[in-house]
């Protein structure tokens, strides 16, 4: 059974950073496409940015393109997001998730077979 942990959430001011990691454990992590999400108050859960097995290929939720950087350390079996320029509107639960099969479909939540308990953002204006 595969385990992910989200770390790294936290209160920031606009304009601020901030790096969410998730450790994986318990599966094959070098093989899985990882992706992060998030659910915002009274807000249905939003794509924010996937990597494929490799770390070659990226993809980005309109909302954070430019802003986010999705990376992943397979030697560390966890993956990042870098969140810079923070704006009041990324507050949300953070959520990061595995997809064993390295489907085409990586915006989509129902590709994701395993998701961590999801960490906290709050942008403060």
């Known amino acids: 059974q595969v385990q992910l942990v989200e770390s790294g959430g936290g209160l920031v001011q606009a304009g601020g950073s901030l790096r969410l990691s998730c450790a994986a454990s318990g599966g094959t992590f070098s093989s899985y496409t990882m992706g992060w999400f998030r659910q915002g108050p009274l807000k249905e859960r939003e794509f924010v940015a996937a990597?494929?097995?490799?770390?070659?290929?990226?993809y980005y939720g309109d909302s954070v393109k430019v802003r986010f950087t999705i990376s992943r350390d397979n030697a560390k079996n966890t993956v990042y997001l870098q969140m810079n320029s923070l704006k009041p509107e990324d507050t949300a639960v953070y959520y990061c998730a595995a997809d064993p099969w390295g489907g085409n479909r990586y915006y989509d939540s129902y590709e994701y077979d395993y998701w961590g308990q999801g960490t906290q953002v709050t942008v403060s204006s």
């Open positions: 990597i494929s097995w490799s770390g070659g290929s990226t």
